[in-house]
């Protein structure tokens, strides 16, 4: 079932009130994240699970000339956290207003009056308010004076190292999707809405759906192997390319085209979901069509052995 969303704290619905709310960015909605969640729900098993997070994400409003670096966006991290048992998802507008809050106005007017939250759960990391003024010390403190419970929840570690989201985009760069779903619980999966290209892939005899990266991450530049969300629910496998296309004079922004195997669907104008599963080879400039045409037979190749 999906979640609700809510972006105004101060105009929650009498129904979304009460919770036991998760908080934090949830950006990727990794192992880590989900522990929260978990967490959240145990402490208060009478209570709907919710999940407060931001909107843009706060480096978003206060770096917007950084590269895109999410790893979902909203109705992504929406459906994520529906799968991890969130039946609310409070998405607060991020903006120089909410930014200006005190740490104790965003415990008492955000949590205490505009969600009624009964019960909180975060990482030990967790710090809000203006100048990121409150941690969770003063939010237990700050909480158990108005009656809510708080529950801090350690990393979860794997080989080691605490699972981060930080982590899983170094991964994701690093040419790793493979080590990155082991983090996330699932594979990476980038979702855009197809647009038209310069249809050279359907001359070549591989038609590609394109989509743009829009705020998502940059991965590696390279080809994939990769399964897609169809429109409707569908899934097929398939290869595809995250780059800007050296052979053909290089493009001035990212995209990613994929190939969809035994798959002969219109899908231009809809939303598909390609997961990266496997890094087969960087990038590359080829010497013409040809030899580019060769490459991609045995890109496809090693793709469809990937995904046996």
């Not at 949830?26 to 009478?46: C, E, M, S």
């Not at 956290?81 to 903006?95: I, K, M, P, T």
């Not at 794997?158 to 699932?186: C, N």
């Not at 580019?292 to 090693?302: M, T, W």
């Amino acid at each position: 079932m999906a979640a609700q969303i809510f972006s105004d704290w101060r105009s929650i619905p009498k129904e979304a009130r009460g919770a036991t709310v998760a908080l934090g960015n949830f950006d990727g909605v990794h192992l880590g994240h989900v522990a929260v969640l978990k967490a959240a729900q145990a402490a208060r098993p009478d209570l709907p699970l919710a999940v407060l997070t931001f909107e843009p994400h706060p480096r978003e409003h206060f770096r917007p000339d950084d590269p895109p670096f999410r790893l979902t966006l909203l109705p992504a991290k929406a459906a994520c956290l529906a799968d991890a048992g969130a039946r609310f998802v409070y998405a607060l507008s991020f903006d120089d207003d909410f930014a200006a809050l005190s740490a104790e106005a965003f415990v008492d007017q955000v949590l205490h009056k505009g969600l009624g939250a009964k019960h909180l759960a975060s990482g030990p990391d967790f710090a809000f308010g203006n100048r990121r003024g409150g941690d969770v010390r003063f939010l237990a403190r700050e909480a158990a004076s108005r009656g809510m419970g708080l529950s801090i929840v350690p990393p979860v570690e794997q080989g080691g190292e605490a699972i981060s989201s930080t982590r899983i985009r170094r991964l994701l760069q690093d040419g790793y999707p493979d080590r990155a779903a082991e983090k996330l619980g699932r594979p990476w999966e980038i979702r855009g809405t197809v647009v038209h290209g310069d249809k050279l892939g359907r001359v070549l005899g591989w038609p590609t759906a394109n989509i743009w990266l829009d705020r998502h991450l940059e991965p590696a530049r390279g080809v994939y192997a990769v399964t897609v969300a169809l429109p409707g629910g569908g899934t097929a496998k398939g290869v595809a390319n995250i780059g800007r296309r050296p052979t053909l004079g290089g493009d001035k922004v990212t995209r990613l085209e994929v190939y969809i195997f035994d798959f002969a669907g219109d899908i231009y104008g809809q939303e598909i979901g390609v997961r990266l599963v496997q890094f087969l080879r960087p990038d590359a400039k080829f010497d013409g069509l040809e030899t580019l045409k060769a490459a991609i037979e045995a890109d496809v190749a090693n793709a469809r052995a990937a995904l046996a």
